[in-house]
């Protein structure tokens, strides 16, 4: 009986061991593959294009994506700066499909956070390629772009 219950001590404790061997091992794999994503990541977003202020257009609306980089999003019309209040108010907003309004956004050289949106239409049929059209949009400024 003595030789049984050493017999099976020893097999728990040469499972134990060997789990906490293979456990460490994963630990490490893991920690390697993460390592090397966020190595990739950080690479693909070095390559992404960044828009100079220079090629903007003056009535664009830029928003970085991490698919796309920097991409015009969204046209203005009428914009109203007041750098005192740091508020940008514009009459409306058209071509904004890809304007995510929860999102930080970059218009001229300031980094904008759209606060109130006024009015919304999908589509406006005298002109049907503006796509979704916002009026009485106010912006807070949160910052401006270096570049």
């Not at 700066?81 to 930080?104: G, N, P, Y």
Request: with cysteine; charged share 30%.
């Amino acid at each position: 009986m003595t030789n049984f219950l050493m017999i099976a001590a020893g097999v728990i404790l040469a499972a134990v061991v060997i789990g906490y061997l293979y456990f460490q091992s994963a630990k490490k794999k893991f920690a390697e593959t993460k390592e090397q994503d966020q190595k990739s990541r950080q690479e693909r977003l070095e390559k992404l294009p960044a828009i100079p202020l220079s090629d903007r257009d003056e009535d664009g609306i830029y928003q970085w994506s991490f698919h796309h980089g920097d991409q015009l999003v969204a046209r203005v019309v009428k914009p109203h700066i007041d750098e005192s209040s740091k508020r940008v108010t514009f009459m409306e907003v058209t071509h904004s499909e890809l304007l995510l309004l929860a999102d930080e956004c970059q218009f001229e050289k300031y980094k904008l956070e759209i606060d109130a949106v006024g009015d919304a239409i999908k589509v406006d049929k005298g002109e049907p390629e503006k796509g979704r059209i916002l009026r009485e949009v106010t912006a807070h400024i949160t910052g401006y772009i270096e570049h």
